[in-house]
């Protein structure tokens, strides 16, 4: 309670200096980070009072989590929420919660505990290419020999400081091993990492570069459904043959489980037989349209009691087959010729 003053300078210096080293580690670290940080500290933030009462679970898409059983601290807490948050992002240093709610109590909360924070520090670490010989023979200046010293002291959990002045020691270490090894800042966020292949990139913002191309290709197939993939490479560079197959069979799968198995007339049916026979418009003919929905009836949503119907009682033969070749489905019209 009256120890507030007392620990709130050693928890600022602690913030300045640990940013350094989680920075270099990638910003979904840091950010993972900052969390884990404020919800350890949530006694410290909020004070006893609050802190007995209240028993924070963990953070989700920032909202924080908590679990009380005494209505009267849910209804304080709602009050005391904008204060809440406030104190929280300020500890941390950025957003990281917008609203505070009450959940069911955790089997395991990630929070208020230093234990877990610790265990959480020791598992990412543990993580890190180790270079183990070359690193324990690494030596720091005497400059970054005395910041890790500050780390550790900065802690008012000794075991956690101690920790984090290893981990921090260690980092500097393996710096300079990946410098010496040809490692460069990863072109999105800066965390060292191995120069091939190029661009170089660290494992985090490469899946997301990875799932942000994968995006893109989804877009231009929605608005183009009938585009091949040269056509889409243009909008999209970085689009292989490849990924915009694997992109077309994902939004045929999606988009068909959103079709009836009666329907052959509205956009959605249209679009998909565009995207699944790679079709424009101009030749979206009855027997085009029935002979695709025919080949996905499987995937297409079916009533209950649906039974497949013959083959043949779908798709035309002779004249009326002849006919429907080219003839533009009903549904084609509803696209202008753009
Ligand atoms: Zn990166």
Redesign the pocket.
């Known amino acids: 309670m009256a120890n507030d003053t007392k620990r709130t300078p050693w928890l600022e210096k602690a913030e300045t200096i640990i940013p350094r080293w989680v920075k270099s580690k ?2 979904e670290f840091e950010l993972e980070y900052r969390k884990r940080w404020v919800l350890t500290y949530w006694r410290d933030i909020v004070g006893d009072v609050i802190a007995q009462h209240v028993e924070l679970m963990g953070i989700r898409k920032k909202t924080l989590l908590y679990y009380s059983s005494s209505p009267a601290w849910n209804n304080e807490m709602r009050l005391l929420m904008p204060q809440i948050v406030d104190k929280m992002n300020r500890f941390a240093g950025c957003e990281i919660i917008r609203e505070v709610r009450l959940t069911h109590r955790w089997e395991k909360p990630e929070a208020g505990d230093v234990l877990a924070f610790r265990a959480w520090l020791r598992q990412e670490d543990s993580k890190v290419p180790d270079f183990r010989k070359e690193r324990e023979q690494t030596l720091l200046t005497s400059e970054e020999e005395d910041s890790a010293k500050a780390l550790s002291a900065s802690s008012a959990d000794d075991d956690l400081g101690n920790l984090l002045g290893q981990i921090y020691r260690k980092n500097l270490q393996l710096r300079k091993v990946k410098s010496q090894h040809g490692w460069v800042p ?6 060292l ?1 191995e120069p091939k292949p190029k661009p170089a ?6 899946s ?1 570069r990875a799932a942000n191309l994968r995006a893109a290709i989804r877009q231009v197939l929605i608005d183009m459904p009938w585009a091949r993939p040269p056509e889409v490479a243009e909008y999209v560079p970085g689009a292989t043959p490849k990924l915009v197959s694997e992109q077309r069979a994902l939004l045929v799968q999606k988009l068909a489980a959103e079709v009836d198995v009666n329907d052959k007339t509205s956009l959605k049916a249209m679009q998909l037989v565009m995207l699944y026979r790679v079709l424009p418009p101009s030749q979206l003919t009855e027997d085009a349209v029935d002979r695709a929905l025919y080949a996905l009836r499987f995937d297409l949503h079916r009533p209950k009691d649906y039974v497949a119907p013959k083959r043949y009682s779908v798709i035309k033969r002779g004249k009326e087959g002849e006919a429907a070749r080219k003839t533009l489905s009903p549904g084609a019209k509803a696209f202008d010729k753009k």
Request: hydrophobic share 10%; charged share 20%.
């Open positions: 990638g910003t990863c072109s999105d966020c800066g965390t990492t990139l660290c494992p985090a913002c490469r997301k």
